[in-house]
């Protein structure tokens, strides 16, 4: 039995545009997946290397004020204060600091992970401010129960999960640069979001007086103080290539 | 003639609706008579009224920022759930008092603690004591972890917990401590670890 093309007009028609489909499917496929032949060699050295990149995030802003650590200094200005300090001090330091808000603004947790995560630091750094106990608290992550990664699907809640141990290294290096000024510092975990959001190398920092006096937080040269030895931290983990290769994303 | 049935059937259906508001009306004025007792504060739960047993009691202190263990003797519950309630409020004993070492309002109360088994406790806080809370990620941690230690101390078998406030989830304790998610008891007691060496 022969194929009568005249008899099947609409057959025609269909298979014309399946084939115009397929080709034009083809073609939009081979634009955008990456050749490994047109691509450049991945041991080729970069021109311009990637600038260190810090992502800052000062806790709370807008509709949250965070703790009331004197009547006329809610944490959201301290952090917001000292998270631009730190900005400036890393700046002076050759090294790019990006802050999450620079305003008194309402952002969810959610928006804060998805900022940081977006912008693929080498490092976040959460800022906070508490009146208990002396000096700073340097934490990670503490992933919550049942929250685990399925294939290339992460849980939200668990998405710092596979970088948690850059972050521990991170932390225990930021410490032992903060211990040599003789600055009281601890490493702890702690259950707060958006750590266990973020898919680069985390951290919180708390920071608390060391006189006891909470309005020693508020004052400019103690923030100063705190920014210059962070960032001088963040400073000799930086150039290290062997800090580099571990902490990038 | 033939209307009388009619009218005879308008005027038992009036009746009727009349009876009928009237019974209503009754009910609703018994249901508000009773309603008020529903929303009078709950009663403080007795003291535990078993014989007096030994304790641990994982103990926050501000100062310096760390977690200690105290033994303790207690008159506890034999059933489970009362008596994991009766360790918290023992905790809370502390915490509401004059020179509180980790200050909690008085007023603050664990409402009940479920076990839903297998190994997930659910402690249930009143608000006052999310609101007392010193706002901070380490004052908040260490209830937290007071809390979640105490109770696997002296109930081995609890794997995770979940913290509700007034019977809802919560976003954070008061501002900081993540409420949203269940503690895994492994990850705390790492944690307590870090609390403890200070």
Redesign the interface.
């Known amino acids: 039995m022969r194929w009568n093309s005249s008899a099947y007009p609409q057959g025609r028609f269909v298979l014309g545009c399946s084939i115009t489909i397929l080709v034009a499917s083809l073609l939009a496929f081979s634009q955008s997946s990456p050749n490994p032949t047109l691509s450049p060699a991945p041991s080729a050295p970069a021109p311009n290397p990637q600038p260190v990149l810090v992502v800052i995030d000062p806790a709370h802003g807008g509709s949250d004020p965070g703790a009331l650590l004197t009547p006329e200094s809610p944490e959201k200005e301290i952090t917001l204060a000292v998270a631009r300090r730190l900005r400036q001090e890393l700046g002076a330091r050759g090294i790019t600091a990006q802050l999450v808000r620079d305003s008194d603004a309402t952002l969810s947790l959610d928006q804060r992970a998805a900022i940081a995560n977006s912008a693929y630091p080498l490092l976040y750094v959460a800022i906070h401010a508490s009146s208990l106990g002396s000096g700073l608290r340097v934490f990670t992550a503490m992933i919550p129960a049942a929250g685990e990664n399925r294939g290339p699907f992460l849980n939200w809640d668990a998405a710092q999960g596979p970088f948690l141990e850059r972050s521990r290294a991170a932390q225990q290096q930021l410490v032992t640069a903060i211990q040599k000024t003789r600055f009281p510092v601890r490493v702890l975990m702690a259950p707060l979001r958006p750590l266990n959001n973020l898919k680069v190398p985390a951290l919180a920092i708390e920071i608390s007086p060391t006189t006891g006096n909470a309005s020693q937080v508020a004052a400019t040269g103690y923030q100063q103080m705190i920014c210059a030895a962070l960032a001088n931290a963040i400073a000799s983990m930086a150039p290290s290539s062997t800090v580099r290769a571990e902490l990038q994303p | 003639l033939s209307s009388r049935p009619f009218v005879l059937l308008a005027v038992c259906l009036f009746v009727l609706t009349i009876a009928l508001s009237l019974y209503v009306w009754q009910l609703r004025r018994s249901a508000a008579a009773v309603s008020p007792t529903l929303n009078t504060p709950r009663a403080v739960a007795p003291p535990g009224t078993g014989p007096a047993k030994p304790a641990t009691l994982w103990v926050a202190y501000?100062?310096?920022?760390a977690l200690r263990t105290t033994s303790v003797s207690l008159p506890l519950s034999s059933e489970r759930q009362r008596r994991a309630a009766e360790l918290l409020r023992a905790l809370l004993n502390i915490y509401g008092a004059k020179d509180s070492p980790h200050r909690l309002p008085p007023t603050a109360e664990i409402h009940s603690v479920y076990f839903v088994d297998p190994g997930l406790v659910v402690i249930d806080v009143n608000s006052a004591l999310a609101d007392g809370q010193?706002?901070?990620?380490?004052?908040e941690?260490l209830t937290?972890v007071s809390f979640v230690q105490t109770l696997t101390a002296n109930q081995p078998d609890i794997?995770?917990v979940k913290i509700l406030v007034d019977g809802r989830a919560r976003g954070?304790l008061?501002?900081?401590?993540?409420l949203?998610?269940?503690?895994?008891v492994s990850?705390?007691s790492?944690?307590a670890k870090?609390?403890s060496s200070?």
């Open positions: 501000d100062n310096p920022g010193t706002s901070g990620v380490l004052a941690e937290v794997l995770r954070t008061a501002g900081h401590a993540d949203s998610g269940v503690y895994d990850q705390v790492s944690l870090q609390l200070q």
